[in-house]
């Protein structure tokens, strides 16, 4: 039996509620059993803190409901898509926010769309579904996918996804391979994009919006590396304030089609795939 001297027995009382089993064995050079007894003896806990950190380091990815080590090295298209997909729609809960005690991930859509997006979210494991009627629009309904996941969400925090509404998806887009990006964009068009088409008023455009302070660098660098002319809008009105990012004629958004859809439609929204082959099918192009 180990004898433990009163400066060995110090620092373990010290160090251990803060630090842990693995940094004190360490530290000590003790084995798990020698460390075991002398925290029973001394009546030790570990601090709130440190247990839920310790908890959180040790449970497997797989014993999560829905796994974050595929979030976390992208090697899958769908994922590339849901990342950009909670980019636009998804909304960061973590315990650093005042009142907030839960560190969550959760993606809404309108119902009719969410239907289309369900099956790719079952492949990355089991989230929690809930259907609501917001009060100010009675005539929609709408789901939330959630799932409580804190290796997951300290990733995405990581990646800016927790201030995506002033910052751009630089970090994010930083480590999807080149041959995934355009799955991100898929997703991000999806929450955030619009393909508009008025025959009877010859218009044909594509619009991305979000708040007014958005840096849109890593749209713009996309669409510069395909040669797309764009232009940025910053409006402030009494209604609120946006920006948004506009493309029009038919090269344009024949260009944004071939770099999206390569191999027509994957999956997503479908609808706003159909619209963007709406606008070009239909388009006259000036001799």
Request: glycine share 4%.
């Amino acid at each position: 039996m180990k004898k433990w001297s009163e400066q060995e027995i110090t620092w373990f009382i010290s160090h251990y509620p803060n630090n842990g089993v693995k940094y004190c064995m360490d530290e000590l050079h003790i084995t798990f059993n020698q460390l075991v007894g002398l925290r029973n003896r001394l009546k030790i806990k570990l601090s709130r803190e440190t247990y839920s950190k310790v908890r959180m380091l040790d449970k497997k990815d797989h014993e999560y409901s829905v796994n974050p080590l595929p979030f976390m090295h992208i090697t899958e298209n769908i994922i590339a898509y849901l990342l950009g997909l909670i980019w636009a729609d998804g909304t960061i809960f973590h315990r650093n926010e005042i009142g907030n005690r839960k560190n969550s991930v959760s993606l809404t859509l309108i119902k009719d769309d969410f239907e289309y997006i369900k099956p790719l979210l079952v492949k990355t494991g089991q989230w929690s579904y809930y259907t609501y009627n917001p009060a100010h629009n009675k005539s929609k309904y709408f789901i939330s996918a959630k799932t409580n996941n804190k290796k997951l969400i300290e990733f995405l925090i990581s990646m800016d996804f927790h201030i995506k509404s002033g910052t751009g998806a630089d970090k994010i887009l930083a480590i999807i391979p080149s041959n995934l990006k355009r799955y991100f964009f898929c997703g991000l068009i999806d929450g955030d994009g619009c393909f508009y088409y008025n025959n009877k008023n010859k218009i044909r455009k594509f619009s991305i919006t979000s708040t007014f302070v958005q840096d849109w660098h890593y749209f713009t660098y996309m669409m510069d590396q395909l040669c797309i002319t764009y232009k940025i809008v910053r409006r402030q009105t009494n209604k609120g304030c946006y920006s948004r990012i506009e493309i029009s004629n038919f090269e344009n958004l024949q260009k944004l089609r071939n770099y999206l859809y390569p191999n027509g439609f994957e999956f997503g929204l479908k609808r706003k795939y159909d619209k963007l082959e709406l606008c070009l099918s239909t388009y006259t192009r000036k001799s």
